[in-house]
């Protein structure tokens, strides 16, 4: 029994090793997972992004809309009327010369005809249609890439917190481990009569109280882990560990580089091409068309047959007033450019505001971190001292437990003061737009 025992384990074997091969970013993702991934996967796969190519494809159709206007237009029209009266010739003839007969004109006329117009100048109306499509294409795509930009601060705030989950277990079980090697120090005590067995229960029930922050670091860190992959639309391993980003602010000078500022320039200038568009109202259109019939009367009034008829020609249109239409509008484009400008003064305006706050919190982590070394180096001799007065039963559990408590909360404090530091500079940075 043992060959065929052997077949299955290389046959596991082989299995194992093509799955390695076909999917090695799975298995790599597994062991660790960057900020940068995280970015680059809520950029590539979150809905919002497949609006890039609907928006490039509907600007493809509407340009080609547009261009069918340099096309012939057929028209078919149809038409039956009765009429209370027809035209009628009245003529006087000498006596004694022959009279023509006047052929009588039906009151019931019919036309069906095929009418053919041809735009010949159009005074660049479809040209500046066409240019203000293209500028709604840039600004609708630099929409879309602004929301995707947003992404990035709220992948910020779930990858950051993890780390912070990550910490405080490690320190929750650093501490976990302290108390545990104190409680059996104490048990001995105890049993050597030095000691009281409510030492033993404090410490007991401080281990119960460690458990239920375990178990609220664990269920928290476990749902931020499934909106980090639901955020990036990606499958993330909870036993992959989250690498802590290294950032270096370039300066501290303001500089903005967000997209939408970009956003209103493109806004601004399709304002500006509106404005001219305007200006084409006042040119000459020139067209060409062309009809074919058939009905009765024809183009020969005095014909009561159905007979068909065809006839062409140009035409030529001109509004050169419209009573300051035209001026009105260019004044109310002007006005919303005006508005645009103010809409961006505001903008940076709070920009700089939030920039400074950013700022600010980089100076103020950075400070408390030079101070958290200085705290814990303090807390640990305390606690050591608190250990020894337990130990010859100086002070009780309670009162060692209060110190040791003291010096995880400022390891804490260290270990969230650097996690908050490199998130503050992450929140600077993007708040100018280099992230």
Not at 124 to 150: F, G, P, S
């Amino acid at each position: 029994m043992k060959p065929p025992r052997q077949n299955n384990i290389s046959r596991w074997g082989i299995l194992a090793t093509l799955l390695a091969l076909l999917f090695p970013a799975a298995i790599l993702a597994q062991d660790s997972i960057t900020l940068e991934y995280c970015y680059s996967q809520a950029e590539k796969n979150f809905p919002l992004r497949r609006q890039l190519d609907m928006l490039g494809n509907s600007n493809t159709l509407k340009v080609r809309n547009l261009n069918k206007a340099y096309l012939p237009q057929f028209n078919i029209n149809g038409s039956v009327s009765l009429q209370s009266d027809v035209t009628e010739v009245s003529i006087d003839f000498p006596q004694g010369a022959s009279v023509p007969i006047m052929p009588e004109l039906s009151k019931d006329w019919y036309k069906l005809t095929l009418d053919v117009n041809q735009v010949i100048y159009d005074g660049n109306v479809t040209h500046y249609q066409k240019q203000v499509e293209v500028y709604n294409l840039r600004a609708d795509q630099k929409a879309v890439e602004i929301e995707l930009y947003k992404l990035k601060e709220r992948i910020n705030q779930i990858y950051f917190s993890i780390l912070l989950f990550d910490q405080n277990e490690t320190l929750l079980q650093s501490n976990k481990q302290r108390i545990e090697a104190k409680l059996l120090e104490v048990r001995s005590g105890i049993r050597n009569g030095a000691m009281l067995e409510m030492n033993a229960d404090l410490l007991q029930a401080e281990l119960v109280r460690l458990d239920q922050q375990f178990t609220e670091t664990r269920m928290d860190r476990s749902t931020s882990y499934r909106m980090l992959a639901e955020l990036i639309s990606t499958p993330v391993n909870e036993t992959s560990r989250l690498s802590i980003p290294v950032v270096t602010l370039p300066g501290t000078v303001f500089e903005d580089k967000r997209l939408e500022n970009e956003l209103f320039s493109i806004q601004r200038s399709r304002v500006d091409l509106m404005r001219n568009m305007i200006t084409t109202k006042w040119n000459p259109k020139i067209f060409a068309y062309g009809q074919a019939g058939y009905g009765r009367p024809s183009l020969n009034m005095l014909d009561d047959t159905f007979m068909p008829w065809w006839l062409f020609g140009a035409k030529l249109t001109w509004n050169p007033w419209n009573w300051n239409q035209n001026k009105n509008e260019k004044q109310i484009l002007t006005i919303q450019n005006d508005l645009l400008r103010t809409q961006q003064e505001t903008f940076d305006k709070n920009l700089k505001i939030s920039s400074e706050k950013d700022l600010g919190e980089v100076l103020k982590f950075t400070e408390l971190i030079s101070k958290d070394n200085q705290a814990i180096a303090l807390r640990e001799k305390i606690t050591k001292t608190a250990s020894s007065q337990l130990d010859n039963g100086v002070i009780t559990s309670s009162d060692y437990l209060a110190r040791l408590n003291e010096e995880t909360q400022a390891r804490m404090n260290f270990e969230m003061h650097k996690v908050q530091l490199i998130k503050a500079k992450l929140s600077y940075l993007y708040t100018l737009g280099k992230l």
